[in-house]
């Protein structure tokens, strides 16, 4: 009988990889280069023992580069592999997490939100192999992102079982998140409500492992999966057990959903969503009203974690000057920024770095329409005397305001920041109407995805391409040292720096390209089919 629970897995397997071979690709091509090029990039920047020692005083020292880095495992003796460790560990643990948490949720509740679990389980196919499948192909692509970062580290000159300690971490990570949201995906009915849980448990993980860390309880980091893959300690004498016990308790999550999975009905989630108000409220009847509502947490979400990145980017201002006097490369391409000084040269790189990640949230937005098309709804919603333009314009001038308020919120979060580190309450409101010089340039990539949406939408994912072009650029244009006209592909390029005397002209021709490639993209959805299924 338990063989038969799993009857079909191995071919659910290949089906699952298959069909969504591309979106695995740049999930562990994605998550892998970006990790495997900033540790090339750690190799220029901190290139003496000087530079190492500099930067393990900075960071040992600071509570809130403690929060966003980790624990600071070799401080005691610096190396360039524990600051490899400090600069990309956690943040690659989060990419493999959210990688873990998108691809489950899609080839488990998502499914079966679609009925075409059902289907499946019209044929012959065991109760639990849906599960065990997407279990599988994420797991594989866990070790692929492990097999690929190793590879990397070890080819750039990393010791090699620091290497492979610090890419055991990630998988540990992303294992963990596998039965976390296979657990979600048992509890909740929807395939949203099943991404927020996951995504609010590693919301938690990081606090909870951030708190223990800054030492206000250190038993709390043992709390927390991050914390576990962390104290594998990579370059600082490894500690292999740590991987393990993340391994044991993915395990016992997979295993407590397939129970899950015989205690409800399919198709339903254990936990019932509370019903809704009998009647919308008025502002709701209206197109742009119910995309606000469908809007509001997401937004929400990012405006708080912004806020807080904001914080941590504020609280290192008024020490970058003696950072970057023990740091010479960083310090000259601070000075090509061309800001008053290397402060405030500092504050517009972090404005602009915070303006592309709020872009993330802004593509995200106009995209909602092709989510709608591509699974019906669209179709019903147009039917009635709801016209494209209203349809389509709803989502933009929502994402409109959410980016201007995701923008602000981390323009906000680094003035309280620094003015709370240098006693300058007017940096407040200084710092806050720097940060919206970033809007247009994040509008310009919503336009892009919206003009791709409207002219090619089985294309519509390569809305996010314009996004991804822009952060290499940003990112990584001086380790791979880009030509100036390749750089100038992303409109952040273009942001005007404070006191350049051409915020205006510039801010001007930005909004004149978001509003040109909305209005294309508005062209090619009023002049084409929708899609009905």
């Not at 008025?282 to 904001?310: D, E, K």
């Not at 740091?327 to 517009?348: H, I, K, R, V, W």
């Amino acid at each position: 009988m338990r063989g038969a629970a799993l009857l079909g897995t191995w071919r659910l397997v290949r089906f699952a990889a298959r069909r969504d071979r591309v979106r695995l690709a740049v999930w562990v091509l994605g998550v892998s280069a970006a990790v495997v090029v900033s540790a090339a990039s750690l190799l220029d920047v901190y290139a003496t023992q000087a530079s190492i020692e500099g930067y393990v005083r900075l960071f040992g020292d600071n509570p809130a580069l403690v929060v966003f880095a980790g624990p600071g495992y070799g401080f005691d003796e610096p190396s360039i592999g524990v600051i490899l460790v400090n600069e990309t560990q956690l943040w690659g643990m989060i990419g493999v997490a959210l990688m873990s948490i998108f691809l489950l949720n899609r080839q488990t509740r998502a499914e079966e939100e679609s009925e075409r679990t059902e289907l499946l389980r019209s044929l012959v196919v065991g109760r639990h192999a849906p599960v065990a499948a997407a279990t599988v192909v994420v797991t594989v692509a866990n070790a692929v992102v492990a097999a690929l970062t190793c590879i990397g580290f070890v080819v750039l000159g990393y010791p090699a079982a620091g290497s492979l300690a610090l890419s055991g971490s990630f998988v540990g990570v992303g294992l963990m998140f596998v039965g976390v949201t296979a657990v979600m995906a048992q509890v909740f009915g929807t395939g949203r409500s099943t991404l927020g849980a996951a995504s609010t448990t590693l919301l938690l993980a990081f606090v909870v492992r951030a708190v223990g860390d800054v030492g206000v309880g250190g038993w709390l980091t043992w709390c927390s999966p991050i914390g576990w893959a962390q104290a594998v300690r990579a370059f600082a004498g490894e500690r292999w057990w740590t991987l393990a016990v993340c391994v044991i308790g993915a395990a016992v999550l997979v295993t407590v959903s397939f129970w899950l999975g015989t205690v409800r009905d399919l198709g339903a989630g254990l936990w019932a969503g509370r019903t809704g108000r009998s009647t919308a409220p008025s502002w709701m009847t209206h197109p742009l009203g119910l995309a606000v509502r469908l809007a509001r947490g997401l937004v929400a979400g990012w405006m708080v974690g912004l806020f807080v990145t904001g914080v941590v980017f504020g609280v290192i201002a008024d020490d970058i000057d003696e950072m970057l006097a023990e740091n010479p490369q960083m310090a000259e391409f601070f000075a090509q920024l061309e800001g008053e000084s290397l402060t405030d040269a500092y504050l517009s790189t972090a404005t602009m770095m915070l303006g592309l990640i709020a872009s993330g949230l802004s593509v995200a937005l106009v995209l909602v329409p092709h989510g709608d098309e591509s699974k019906g709804r669209a179709a019903w919603m147009l039917a009635g005397p709801l016209g494209r333009s209203r349809w389509l314009m709803s989502h933009v001038v929502t994402c409109v305001g959410a980016t201007v308020a995701a923008i602000g919120a981390a323009g906000l979060g680094i003035g309280v920041a620094y003015a709370w580190v240098t006693d300058d309450l007017d940096a407040i409101p200084h710092l806050f109407v720097r940060s919206l010089v970033a809007v247009p340039a994040a509008l310009v990539l919503a336009g892009a995805a919206v003009a791709i949406f409207g002219l090619a939408p089985r294309g519509s994912v390569f809305g996010w391409a314009p996004l991804v072009v822009s952060a290499l650029v940003l990112f990584l244009g001086e380790v791979l040292q880009l030509p100036h006209w390749v750089r100038s592909v992303s409109p952040f390029e273009h942001v005007p720096v404070a006191g350049d005397g051409y915020e205006a002209l510039s801010m001007l021709g930005l909004s004149g390209c978001a509003v040109a490639l909305v209005a294309l993209g508005w062209w090619g959805v009023t002049r084409r089919d929708i899609a009905d299924h």
